[in-house]
């Protein structure tokens, strides 16, 4: 076996054992390799990645991009925000588009929307949250979201349970991830601990894949 052989043999290991790894967005000190039209509504916290405008109204919705571009991925993260009547979301497969805005999937946040699938500046609600009842919603504090995407599949998970099951052919195979703090009512939104893993193998809420293709709905 040739030396460059085994270099890249031994390489392409390497590099397919650390594109299923988790890897952190957010370094928890600044906004490195996140982006916005108007940065002054995002900033860092206390290690959490803030949005707001004290209490002054939000002007429109407002997007933090992350420079990385995803197709298959597994994410986590957990959002708290503050009041609860207020609304936000995180884009997937997404992208924005001219005046600050954004086009593709999105992960509801907010009262009566948590949980819920979402298609921003596109087909608009694309599956209510399952769980209607809100019961297993930490109002005001930290709520756990996961985000599960293969090909046309899509599952969301809030707090452990699944919300969102879907085959959707019609979506986005790729695109940016973002972080909304929407226009309106003064808020306050915080996101943390968000570790992404592309090509995932493994599920969501305690389920396997195979598993969670039986909960699609079309």
Not at 143 to 167: C, F, K, M
């Amino acid at each position: 076996m040739s030396k460059c052989f085994l270099f890249l043999t031994v390489f392409t290991a390497f590099f397919l054992s650390f594109s299923h790894g988790e890897v952190a967005l957010f370094n928890g000190q600044d906004l490195s390799g996140w982006q916005a039209q108007d940065m002054s509504y995002w900033s860092v916290v206390d290690g959490v990645i803030v949005g707001t405008a004290g209490e002054k109204k939000i002007k429109g919705n407002q997007f933090l991009w992350h420079e990385r571009e995803v197709i298959d991925f597994h994410l986590s993260l957990s959002v708290r925000q503050v009041p609860f009547a207020a609304n936000a979301g995180i884009q997937f497969r997404s992208q924005p588009r001219a005046g600050g805005s954004a086009f593709g999937y999105q992960a509801d946040v907010g009262k009566g929307w948590w949980g819920t699938l979402y298609h921003e500046h596109g087909r608009g609600i694309l599956a209510k949250n399952r769980n209607t009842g809100g019961e297993h919603l930490n109002q005001e504090d930290w709520n756990q979201y996961e985000i599960l995407a293969i090909g046309p599949d899509i599952w969301l998970s809030l707090n452990g349970r699944i919300t969102v099951a879907i085959h959707d052919p019609e979506g986005e195979r790729s695109g940016r991830i973002a972080l909304q703090v929407h226009g309106g009512m003064p808020q306050r939104v915080e996101y943390k601990g968000l570790n992404l893993t592309e090509n995932p193998k493994g599920g969501i809420a305690g389920l396997d894949q195979n598993s969670l293709r039986a909960l699609l709905q079309k």
